[in-house]
């Protein structure tokens, strides 16, 4: 079993930044591809960004291209997301989550085998 642990979310104000993280322990990490997604009132969970974990490749959506940021740290099997220049539409639960198989969808929501427990982002205008 792993488990996920997010922090860094927060109030901020629009143009500016934060810097999520997201801790994994329990069994040996390794996932095939962690993830960074975002839900908003009303709105369906949506992928992000996503890091392929062995060779540290890093996607990202349109919404957040050229703004945010993914990487990670093997040696201590965490996981950031450096989010610049936000907006107000940038506001939502940030969610981290890992998935195993090389084979599945790397953005669907359900394909993937753990969760971290959201952590609220607000930008303000």
């Known amino acids: 079993q792993v488990q996920l642990v997010e922090s860094g979310g927060g109030l901020v104000q629009a143009g500016g930044s934060l810097r999520l993280s997201c801790a994994a322990s329990?069994?040996?990490?390794?996932?095939?591809?962690a993830g960074w997604f975002r839900q908003a009132p009303g709105k369906e969970r949506e992928s992000i960004a996503r890091i392929i974990w062995s060779n540290g490749n890093a996607y990202y959506a349109d919404s957040v291209k050229g703004r945010f940021t993914m990487s990670r740290d093997n040696d201590k099997s965490t996981m950031y997301l450096q989010m610049n220049s936000l907006k107000p539409e940038d506001t939502a639960v940030y969610y981290c989550?890992?998935?195993?198989?090389?084979?599945?969808?790397?953005?669907?929501?359900?394909?993937?085998?753990?969760w971290g427990q959201g952590t609220k982002v607000t930008v303000s205008s």
């Open positions: 989550a890992t998935k195993s198989s090389p084979y599945t969808s790397n953005i669907d929501p359900g394909r993937h085998d753990y």
């Open positions: 329990g069994r040996t990490f390794s996932p095939y591809v």
